[in-house]
């Protein structure tokens, strides 16, 4: 494997297990625990901030994955030339773009609103539409994982 495949492929690693992984986090650690121990306003105020810096986070991993698996497809020799499983990953990654953007920008940005208006119940209404949209992302997230780590056995 050239030395470049392989920064490209530990780059593209560490971008999916941060993206993954920071939703793992936040669905069933951060938010369970601000549930248990803060009263509304300070959850909703709490969790928009957190959300806020991973929704930023996550764009620059989205850039850094979509142009680092560019790269390997290219230096692989185009799509013609991979297995089927890029394919699979490539399809289930564009899906999670698609859901992480329709979710920054729909009902990530109207959490920001409500909880800078205090609008507390728009917030909680905002922040249920995230969970649901972030969980699919990780059920995504993690097939996209399952067939990067098992379909070459296939």
């Known amino acids: 494997m050239p030395q470049i495949y392989a920064v ?25 625990a601000a549930v248990q121990t803060l009263e509304p306003p300070l959850r909703l105020a709490l969790l928009a901030a957190v959300l806020q810096r991973f929704f930023s986070d996550v764009a620059w991993a989205i850039l850094l994955l979509l142009s680092s698996g560019a790269a390997m497809i290219v230096l692989a020799g ?12 490539l399809a289930l990654g564009l899906g999670m773009v698609l859901v992480f953007v329709q979710l920054r920008l729909g009902p990530g940005a109207r959490l920001q609103r409500a909880v800078t208006r205090r609008e507390w119940a728009l917030a909680a209404a905002q922040l249920a539409l995230i969970r649901q949209r972030v969980l699919i992302n990780l059920v995504l997230g993690c097939l996209v994982f399952a067939v990067a780590l098992i379909a070459r056995t296939f």
């Open 8 to 32: 490209l492929l530990c780059l593209h690693a560490l971008a999916a297990a941060f993206w993954v992984g920071g939703m793992a986090v936040i669905s069933f650690a951060v938010r369970p």
């Open 78 to 89: 185009g799509l013609g030339h991979v297995h089927w499983s890029v394919h699979a990953m």
